[in-house]
């Protein structure tokens, strides 16, 4: 009897749900109504590609902690950039930028981040490494503070790294010389300290463009790694290179634009094979210890139109090559003890040659200050770049 009756009770179910979908089958094939507020999943938004890429996925999903745990990590925003970093939505977010993944256009990511001169006060947490999807990270001005959590090793796509002038500290991060798409990295204005590791110039890396001035790195130039380096700009400016300018310097005539080593404590000559950079277009060697003579090669750098070599201890002429340049347009060779410049120097729109030994030029040197240079053993340059002592 039981079980007769419950075979009887499944069987008016089984009707019951066939009468329901004759009611419901004539629905399906009109236009659907839009979208209810319900926070149902709707399958047929996928079956389209008219329609605009979902806001929902697994990736946006992980952006979403990423992005949580970020603004959690943030102590003061002046500026409420991250006021409206609420609710699933981070496409919405301020300062995020979202884009079909590159490996499936079906797929929306969260593809930037930029949030430059926010002031924003905190650090960055060990989440951060779930934007996995980003490719511009923009934080220049802001005051985060602690390291670069070594979790954004997952960022496989991040080709614009620029962390330039916040509070961050340790060592150059190691990981940033395994980011395989990596081009364009800004680290100054911080408090990084240590090596710059070898790979930062290498061919693995070949970032463009590279600036890590006013941090507390040393870079080794007896290495001759920087030499190695297909970057076209490498800025380095107020950090510390130990060694000398070596030769191998010309081997980045390829590629090198802008080289910025002003106040780096270089204590070296300056070697002729400089004057095979003939792409470069700004050198900034000033504020260092630089003896000896300006090579006449540097004549032969087409592209030149910015040179500074001014407060450095350089002597002798300089050469006529130089000032005779098609781009130059700013010369600054004061500070030094050179003893004459030709005329044609005196057509570069712009040149600060005070604080020289130019015999009846104004603003040079004392006679006495000259006299005492010119009482100094001459200045010998190895083959290495080096300055070589007298015995
Ligand atoms: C940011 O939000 C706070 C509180 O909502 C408000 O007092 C302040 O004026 C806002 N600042 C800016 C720059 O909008
Ligand atoms: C995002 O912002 C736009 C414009 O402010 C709004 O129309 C849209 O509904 C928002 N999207 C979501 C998913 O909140
Ligand atoms: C790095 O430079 C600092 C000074 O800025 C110096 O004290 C330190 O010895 C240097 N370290 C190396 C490894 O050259
Ligand atoms: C420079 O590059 C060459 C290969 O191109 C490599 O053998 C050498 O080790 C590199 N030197 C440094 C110091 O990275
Ligand atoms: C050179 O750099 C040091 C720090 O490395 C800084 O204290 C000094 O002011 C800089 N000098 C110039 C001329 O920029
Ligand atoms: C010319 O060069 C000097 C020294 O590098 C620099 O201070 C100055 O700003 C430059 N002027 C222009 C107009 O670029």
Same mark, same amino acid.
């Given at each position: 009897m039981l079980l007769l009756s419950k075979q009887r009770a499944s069987r008016t179910l089984q009707c019951l749900f066939f009468f329901l979908s004759l009611l419901l %089958?004539?629905? =399906?094939?009109q236009p659907l109504p839009a979208p209810s507020a319900s926070p149902s999943p709707a399958p @047929?938004?996928? @079956?389209?590609?008219? =329609?605009? =890429? +979902?806001? &929902?996925n697994d990736r946006l999903e992980a952006a979403y902690v990423a992005l949580q745990a970020w603004k959690h990590a943030i102590t003061d925003d002046p500026k409420n =950039?991250? @006021?409206? !970093?609420?609710?699933? &939505?981070?496409?919405? /977010?301020?300062?995020v930028f979202c884009a079909a993944a590159p490996d499936d256009p079906h797929i929306l990511t969260v593809a930037g981040v930029d949030l430059n001169h926010g002031r924003i006060a905190g650090f960055l947490p060990d989440h951060i490494g779930l934007l996995a999807d980003v490719a511009l990270l923009h934080l220049n001005s802001n005051r985060f503070h602690g390291t670069l959590p070594? +979790?954004?090793?997952?960022? *496989? %796509?991040? /080709?614009e790294l620029d962390v330039s002038n916040n509070l961050l500290f340790g060592a150059f991060p190691a990981f940033l010389t395994s980011l395989p798409k990596l081009k364009f990295l800004d680290l100054r204005f911080n408090d990084f300290d240590g090596e710059l590791p070898d790979a930062v110039f290498g061919r693995q890396l070949s970032l463009d463009a590279l600036f890590a001035n006013n941090n507390r790195f040393n870079v080794s130039l007896s290495s001759q790694s920087l030499t190695n380096s297909t970057a076209s700009v490498i800025v380095l400016a107020n950090t510390r290179l130990a060694g000398c300018l070596p030769p191998s310097i010309g081997d980045m005539a390829d590629t090198l634009v802008e080289l910025i080593l002003l106040n780096t404590s270089i204590s070296s000559c300056i070697p002729p094979e400089i004057g095979k950079l003939k792409k470069l277009r700004v050198l900034d060697l000033s504020h260092n210890d630089l003896a000896g003579e300006l090579p006449e090669s540097i004549g032969d750098m087409e592209s030149l139109e910015v040179l500074n070599v001014g407060y450095n201890m350089l002597a002798g002429e300089v050469p006529e090559a130089i000032c005779e340049l098609p781009r130059l347009k700013n010369l600054t060779i004061a500070g030094n003890y050179f003893c004459d410049e030709p005329v044609s120097c005196l057509h570069v729109p712009l040149r600060d040659d005070r604080m020289?030994?130019?015999?009846? !030029?104004?603003?040079? *040197?004392s006679p006495e200050e000259c006299i005492a240079f010119n009482h100094r053993p001459p200045v010998h340059c190895g083959a290495d770049g080096c300055i070589v002592l007298p015995p």
């Open positions: %089958l004539p629905c =399906l094939p @047929a938004a996928s @079956a389209t590609t008219t =329609l605009p =890429l +979902s806001p &929902f =950039l991250t @006021a409206d !970093w609420c609710g699933p &939505f981070v496409c919405n /977010y301020t300062g070594s +979790s954004m090793q997952h960022m *496989r %796509l991040l /080709y020289n030994c130019i015999p009846d !030029w104004p603003h040079q *040197r």
